[in-house]
């Protein structure tokens, strides 16, 4: 190995998947994000509820707008079925609730009465 790049990259929180997006050349302004539990693929949402996946090629992150009908729910977790260049990929450990979450605000717990 040369020690160019990151060999082992992982995203471990929604922010670097955000960052992901940031490297590539997707003119996306992700607002929230999933990160699959393996680290090696994520889901990012914009203000509009358009959806892009990103997934690592080694220490490269690339990323491809997706429609929301290529998601579909698995035992696995969430299939994104992109394009020939971007291929499939799964968000393992994501269920359809996090998917429906994403991009919600967050939810303050009420003051008892």
Do not use: C, Y
């Amino acid at each position: 190995m040369l020690g160019f790049g990151r060999p082992n990259r992982l995203l471990r929180s929604p922010d670097e998947v955000i960052e992901a997006v940031a490297e590539t050349k997707v003119a996306f302004a992700a607002v929230d994000a999933l990160v699959s539990h393996d680290g090696r693929a994520g889901l990012a949402i914009d203000a509009d509820g358009g959806v892009l996946a990103v997934r690592l090629r080694g220490a490269r992150a690339i990323a491809a707008p997706v429609p929301w009908t290529a998601l579909r729910q698995t035992v696995e977790g969430i299939v994104i079925e992109g394009d020939r260049r971007f291929g499939t990929v799964t968000l393992i450990g994501i269920t359809a609730l996090d998917v429906r979450r994403l991009g919600q605000p967050a939810v303050e717990p009420a003051d008892g009465p």
